[in-house]
């Protein structure tokens, strides 16, 4: 409810904005039609009385009030932070300019400029703007090839480390936040070393593998997404080894696309042909039947939520996703039902539930969301990468769907970086992983073949 109270008052002052701009403009060129404010007076002090909004991020607009701006758009300069801020309209008693970045202290010069360039005259505004850190997205790591033939692929430090074709899902090492592990389906896994600003190969000697997630020991689960009924499915890669040595997971199991490990210590995994999610207990070896799902020759993927209380089942080629709430009693996840998007319909449509259209939702990951403190139910939004819109979508709680990045400049796919919806675009995104200790995101932009990140301005 906060978020679309929020929402609601930032449309109502970009609203207010817009009218005060096309004001602004329309008066100007009244004044040049007509009588032209005076120019700037040299013997005069430069006044700054007001300026609106008084808060915002980068590429807020901002207009100043005063007295003594003259009416040259070319000898007008304001710095806001120490920031070059970009001039757009200027008269005798105001001036409309954009926030640059990084503005952070907020206080506003304005100076008129001679013939080269120079101050000759200067005003401070008594009231500083509040500069707010805007979420933004960048690239993070790999090269971004815009011939997709120069395409290189190594280890390598951060700065030169290739690209990286067919990223799939991220899987932090639950015992060292400095390691981040991706797979990549049949092209190469990676592990990225935060400490020593490395991306290194990671082999499991799979033709494809799909999914890493882990057991309650700090052990690696991987899995081969093969297509044999008589193969083994999911191996346990042993901490002890550095995660070189493997041992199978004694069940067949054939088109792995999911796993999840509840806290209790079970293991649970999605077989694409079987069309079903089965349970596999560490202890006796027993494995069984968790539930069926409602379509066989799907990939569904699963993300646990923190409690162990639920879980979610995205299923990829139907463009929807599904809850399945654990039952603390019988020790299994029950038959799911849906809680956002409309199953066989591809589309893209923010909404609430069903009313929500999503096309190739892939990995997800659960944010606690502070806004929730205190109100005593579910404290984490959901953010999943919605593959063939190029967005970056939320599930919150109560099953709304909003989009959070991407799809900027009014488009869908690309390669931009920027303001998460006004700017940045992605290129089939497909794996997402939350930093808790550096508080960002970061996407596997998969038709990019490089990985962005999500976070405030440093």
């Keep these: 409810m906060k978020k679309s109270k929020t929402r609601r008052w930032c449309r109502s002052m970009e609203i207010i904005m817009l009218a005060l701009i096309t004001l602004f403009f329309v008066q100007c060129k009244k004044e040049v039609s007509g009588n032209q404010p005076n120019g ?21 607009n901002l ?53 080269e360039g120079n101050p000759l005259a200067e005003g401070t505004s008594k009231e500083i703007f509040s500069y707010v850190r805007k979420w933004l997205v960048s690239t993070f790591l790999g090269k971004y090839y815009e011939v997709s033939s120069d395409f290189e692929e190594k280890e390598g430090p951060f700065n030169d480390c290739g690209a990286f074709k067919g990223i799939l899902w991220f899987s932090f090492d639950p015992l060292n936040h400095d390691h981040l592990y991706f797979t990549a389906d049949a092209n190469s896994c ?14 499991t000697g799979f033709s494809r593998t799909s999914i890493i997630s882990w057991d309650n020991d700090g052990d690696m689960i991987a899995s081969d997404n093969h297509s044999s009924d008589t193969k083994y499915g999911n191996y346990i890669f042993s901490r002890s080894s ?21 806290p209790n210590g079970e293991l649970y995994y999605s077989r694409y042909r079987a069309g079903d999610v089965r349970r596999y207990d560490f202890q006796t070896g027993e494995d069984k039947l968790a539930f069926a799902n409602p379509y066989s020759a ?8 923190p409690s162990g209380d639920y879980a979610y089942l995205i299923e990829y080629e139907k463009h929807f996703i599904m809850r399945t709430d654990y039952d603390p009693v019988k020790k299994i996840f029950k038959t799911p039902y849906t809680i956002a998007g409309a ?53 919150n709680p109560q099953g709304r769907v909003s989009t959070y990045a991407g799809r900027g400049n009014n488009g869908t796919s690309g390669y931009a970086n920027g303001d998460l919806r006004t700017e940045a675009r992605f290129n089939a995104p ?7 200790e550096r508080k960002c995101f970061y996407i596997g932009d998969a038709g990019n073949w490089i990985i962005r990140k999500i976070a405030q301005e440093e």
Excluded: W
Excluded at 40 to 60: A, H, L, N, R, W
Excluded at 190 to 203: G, H, L, P, S, T
């Design 40 to 60: 700037f007076d040299p013997s005069k002090p430069i006044v700054v009385d007001s300026i609106y909004p008084k808060e915002g991020g980068v590429g807020t």
């Design 63 to 115: 207009i100043l009030y005063g007295q003594n701006f003259g009416n040259d758009l070319s000898r007008t300069k304001v710095t806001i932070g120490g920031k070059a801020a970009k001039v757009v309209g200027v008269r005798g008693n105001s001036i409309y300019c954009v926030i640059p970045e990084k503005a952070y202290d907020g206080d506003i010069q304005i100076s008129i400029l001679d013939d």
């Design 190 to 203: 990676r592990m990225i070393d935060f400490e020593k600003e490395y991306v290194n190969y990671f082999r």
């Design 242 to 262: 550095g995660f070189t040595q493997k041992e199978a997971i004694p069940v067949y199991a054939r088109g792995v696309n999911g796993t999840m490990i509840h």
């Design 298 to 305: 799907v990939a569904v993927y699963m993300v646990m939520h």
């Design 343 to 395: 199953a066989a319909t591809a589309g893209y449509k923010d909404g609430v539930g069903t009313s929500a259209l999503l096309n190739h939702p892939v990995q997800g990951v659960f944010v606690k969301n502070p806004a929730y403190e205190g109100n005593g139910a579910d404290q984490y939004d959901f953010y999943f990468c919605d593959r063939d819109n190029h967005a970056v979508r939320i599930l």
């Design 430 to 436: 497909q794996a997402i992983a939350y930093d808790e």
